[in-house]
């Protein structure tokens, strides 16, 4: 069974920049990803990977519609064992505040340490493997 990482943002150039930073391992096949461009989107995905093979979700907070904020609960809800990682452009004390009292693991801001955020992936699928 592979190991899943649900990357959610609205901007769709996330998918390629995340596919650059990461190609060696998907190419490996470490681990996949999936894309979804809205927090709807994102609970079908949740809802549809087996039970072991999600790992992590990487979410922006400002998406039109349902915000990360909106999804984080609902997210969580689904899946607890699942840790989310919340990013934002605007990474205010408030922000931090509301992301992890709600079930975040860490807040990212953009733009996007990938050395960080490659520590954050390993770690997860050292501990799923």
């Known amino acids: 069974m592979s190991l899943l990482i649900l ?13 650059q930073q990461f190609r060696r391992d998907l190419r490996a096949g470490r ?3 999936a894309f979804a461009l809205s927090a709807l989107h994102a609970l079908r995905v949740i809802e549809a990977a087996e ?3 999600l790992i992590l979700i990487l979410s922006d907070i400002n998406m039109p519609g349902m ?15 699942v840790p989310v990682i919340m990013i934002t452009a605007y990474g205010d004390a408030e922000t931090k ?4 009292e709600n079930g975040a693991e860490a807040l990212l801001t953009k733009p996007l340490d990938f ?6 992936i390993d770690a997860r699928v050292g501990l799923a493997a």
């Not at 990357?7 to 596919?19: A, G, K, Q, S, T």
């Not at 915000?67 to 064992?81: C, I, N, Q, Y």
């Not at 505040?97 to 992890?100: C, D, H, N, Q, V």
């Not at 050395?115 to 954050?120: H, I, P, Q, T």
């Open 7 to 19: 990357i959610v943002d609205d901007e769709p150039d996330i998918e390629l920049l995340f596919r």
């Open 31 to 33: 681990f996949d990803m």
């Open 51 to 53: 039970s072991a093979s």
């Open 67 to 81: 915000s990360g904020l909106e999804l984080l609960p609902k997210a969580k809800a689904l899946r607890p064992d």
């Open 97 to 100: 505040r509301k992301a992890l």
């Open 115 to 120: 050395v960080a955020l490659r520590g954050e």
